[in-house]
């Protein structure tokens, strides 16, 4: 199964608010309200940030939200920390009956 | 709390298998199905099948097929994934992960990780 599209990197400075894209396809990302977002740092276990779609698991920060426009995903971090540099990956159901990552957006805290 | 403790680092030989443990703890381990996904050196995050805890039932990658079993003990509360015929390319941190359902039951996806356990393969 192909990976979902995903910017190398992004960047912003403590405060601001960047937005991190995932592009997959009609019978994936398009197709089925079941995009969740993985935050994580290296050494470390991956985070669940978001689920289908937009939804925060419990103690998740609010700064962090989810939206979703025809085959195209994004995650929105708003006043930027430092602790939120990391890994970002998004992950979709499809309709090959398997989920699919991303190939994972490096976020760099200015 | 929801716990997952995996099995140690391994180095294998290229064609030889690896059998990666997680133990599970802080819930009803029958009640929710195990994922695996794997990382290999400077690569993003692969999904590599899951398996329910209930019944048994699996369900694998494509590119996998043929080469990676997953199964449960419900008496120990572990899951395990085995994969055979390595080769270089199968150098990875192994994650295991549990099922996240949100309070109304929803399916919400990997919400609970395992540490990782580091495969290498080399001659």
């Known amino acids: 199964q192909s990976a979902l599209t995903q910017p190398a990197s992004v960047s912003g400075s403590p405060g601001q608010s960047i937005t991190i894209s995932c592009t997959g396809t009609s019978s994936g990302v398009g197709g089925y309200n079941y995009v969740s977002w993985y935050q994580h740092h290296p050494g470390k276990a991956p985070k669940l940030m978001i689920y289908?779609?937009?939804n925060r698991p419990s103690g998740v920060s609010n700064r962090f939200s989810g939206s979703k426009s025809g085959n195209t995903a994004s995650l929105t971090i708003s006043g930027l920390q430092a602790e939120d540099e990391a890994d970002y990956y998004c992950?979709?159901?499809?309709?090959?009956?398997?989920?699919?990552f991303g190939g994972g957006t490096k976020l760099t805290v200015l | 709390q929801v716990q997952l403790v995996q099995s140690g680092a391994e180095v294998k030989k290229p064609g030889a298998s690896v059998k990666v443990s997680c133990k599970a703890s802080g819930y009803t381990f029958s009640s929710y199905g195990i994922s695996w996904v794997r990382q290999a050196p400077g690569q993003g995050l692969e999904w590599m099948g899951w398996?329910?805890?209930?019944?048994?039932?699996?369900n694998y990658a494509h590119n996998l097929q043929g080469r990676v079993t997953m199964t449960t003990d419900t008496s120990t509360s572990r899951a395990y994934m085995e994969l055979r015929s390595l080769r270089s390319d199968d150098t990875a941190v192994y994650y295991c992960a549990r099922d996240y359902y949100d309070s109304s039951g929803y399916y919400g996806g990997l919400g609970y990780w395992g540490q990782g356990t580091l495969v290498t393969v080399s001659s």
């Open positions: 992950n979709s159901y499809t309709s090959s009956n398997f989920p699919v």
């Open positions: 398996i329910s805890a209930y019944n048994g039932n699996t």
């Open positions: 289908d779609v937009s």
